[in-house]
């Protein structure tokens, strides 16, 4: 059996997007999936892409992904990588697949000089938090994520009142 792992390119779209919904029905949140696949496509290799893919492959056959991007750390002063969604095929769980994927993102974190690597993960999911806890990975209690989005973003991004130059 062998392990690769490789930066998506435009024409894994298809791909991608079969990964993210199978992704979506595992956590039982496939009513929640409401991307285009055009307007992803633009979104992760547009003119200006918001987020890299990485592909994991087993003898050659796609298995899983890591969605990631940068974020940043004001305390540390350096850029960070977070993984949106890591997922590999239930039947290729095991395979060390999901281990080489996030290897190789703390290696892409190591060489652009990144200060972590973070990730949420749902509270009932307990074969990945066992798995992410054999990694290094330590749970961060103390924060609670928040977020606004829908009418909720659309209705408080109405409010600013501050030129935006």
């Excluded at 992803?40 to 890591?66: H, M, N, W």
């Excluded at 977070?82 to 095991?94: K, M, S, T």
């Excluded at 060390?96 to 749902?122: N, T, Y």
């Excluded at 330590?138 to 009142?161: C, F, I, K, Q």
């Amino acid at each position: 059996m062998t392990l690769s792992i490789r930066s998506a390119a435009p024409a894994d779209l298809p791909l991608i997007a079969d990964l993210i919904r199978a992704l979506a029905d595992y956590e039982k949140l496939a009513h929640e999936v409401r991307f285009d696949d055009a307007v992803l496509g633009e979104k992760l290799f547009g003119s200006r892409p918001y987020a890299e893919v990485l592909i994991g492959e087993i003898d050659g056959a796609a298995q899983g992904f890591a969605l990631f991007f940068h974020n940043f750390s004001t305390f540390e002063g350096k850029p960070g990588i977070y993984l949106e969604d890591l997922f590999v095929q239930p039947a290729a769980r095991g395979s060390g697949l999901g281990k080489a994927l996030l290897a190789r993102l703390a290696a892409l974190a190591v060489e652009r000089d990144c200060a972590r690597l973070e990730w949420s993960v749902l509270d009932w999911n307990e074969p990945a938090i066992g798995f992410y806890k054999s990694l290094g990975a330590r749970l961060m209690d103390e924060w609670t994520v928040m977020r606004v989005d829908g009418a909720s973003l659309h209705r408080l991004g109405a409010e600013s009142r501050v030129s935006a130059e």
